[in-house]
């Protein structure tokens, strides 16, 4: 869908329109799971994290000032949401304990198993630029980090992923 569009959803979202908060819910579900998952590394924590932001993105849509940043606006609440997640599993017990994913997708599993092997600052940088189709600047402002720490974080990140995944090694040009 284009941005024009998305900007009339939230528009009518913002006065109250279940239906057109649906629809743009509907057009970043896929995407907010991705973003979960990268950070979570499991399934049900992923699918809470995404519910609790459905959840605050309709009780707090008035406060989004330009309807241009709403999917920024509501990956920053789902980060924020994921770590809280985060933090109360580390107080009831450590994150090796959790299972593995249950959905059993064997078309990228090695790949998938790669990405998540990268450190936490790579991973979600990463998924942000690649899954999600973010910009630099806009990972760095959802982040709250400077865009070169983001520009760092890539190349460190597909060094690391093209050493594990691919067998590569060092001295050889990545992407």
């Known amino acids: ?7 009339n959803l939230v ?8 239906d057109a908060f649906t629809d743009l ?7 907010m799971y991705r973003t979960a998952l990268a950070i979570l590394l499991n399934d049900e924590d992923a699918a809470d994290a995404v519910g ?28 924020n949401n994921c770590y809280r997640i985060r933090r109360t599993a580390v ?7 959790y299972e593995e994913p ?12 790669a990405l998540a092997s990268l450190d936490e600052k790579y991973r979600i ?3 942000l630029f690649y899954s999600e189709g973010y910009r630099i600047e806009e990972i760095a402002s959802i ?23 691919y067998g590569i090694r060092k001295g050889v040009q990545i992407l």
């Not at 819910?25 to 995407?31: E, G, P, V």
């Not at 932001?53 to 309807?67: G, Q, R, S, V």
């Not at 249950?102 to 198993?113: F, G, P, Q, R, T």
Request: proline share 3%; charged share 35%.
């Open 1 to 7: 869908m284009q941005d024009k569009e998305t900007e």
């Open 11 to 18: 528009k009518k979202a913002k006065r109250r329109d279940p």
């Open 25 to 31: 819910m509907q057009l970043c579900l896929k995407d």
């Open 52 to 79: 609790d932001t459905i959840l605050a993105c309709w009780e707090k849509l008035h406060t989004l000032k330009k309807p241009q940043y709403f999917k920024t606006w509501m990956t920053r609440i789902l980060i």
């Open 91 to 97: 107080n009831m017990g450590t994150l090796e304990e």
């Open 102 to 113: 249950a959905v059993y997708d064997e078309y990228n599993l090695e790949l998938k198993e």
């Open 125 to 127: 940088v990463m998924t």
């Open 143 to 165: 982040l709250k980090i400077p865009k070169s720490t983001v520009q760092t974080r890539l190349q460190r990140g597909r060094k690391k992923l093209a050493r594990d995944y």
